[in-house]
């Protein structure tokens, strides 16, 4: 397999760079950098969570559903992750299974006031 600018480097590289690329608003080229290291590392919420963010940005977002949900399984009380399930969700049309993960999302950063 050839080796791209994406994938060059250490995993502390990529993830630098992509951080960059997020940073700099390219969320389609830091989503490149990601999709390879949550591969390599999948156990990471880090990497997972900003792919899911990249892929949200760039109007991706059956991709970043995917990859939230994979967060909030492993995680369910992650709650950035939650929110971005539901305002992913909402972004889609589906406002009543957004519900449920906004007001957990809520009450996981102590928000009761809109419980």
């Known amino acids: 397999m050839e080796m791209t600018y994406y994938d060059h480097g250490t995993p502390a590289e990529r993830w630098e760079r992509a951080r960059m690329f997020f940073d700099a608003k390219d969320y389609a080229a830091a989503a490149r950098v990601l999709d390879g290291l949550v591969e390599e590392v999948p156990e990471q919420t880090g990497p997972r969570l900003l792919l899911a963010r990249s892929y949200y940005h760039s109007a991706q977002l059956r991709r970043a559903e995917t ?38 999302a809520s009450a996981l950063a102590g928000d009761f006031d809109t419980l």
């Open 67 to 104: 990859e939230l949900r994979i967060i909030v399984e492993r995680d369910p009380v992650e709650q950035y992750a939650r929110l971005m399930l539901g305002r992913t969700l909402e972004r889609q049309g589906r406002h009543e299974e957004a519900e449920p993960h906004i007001r957990l």
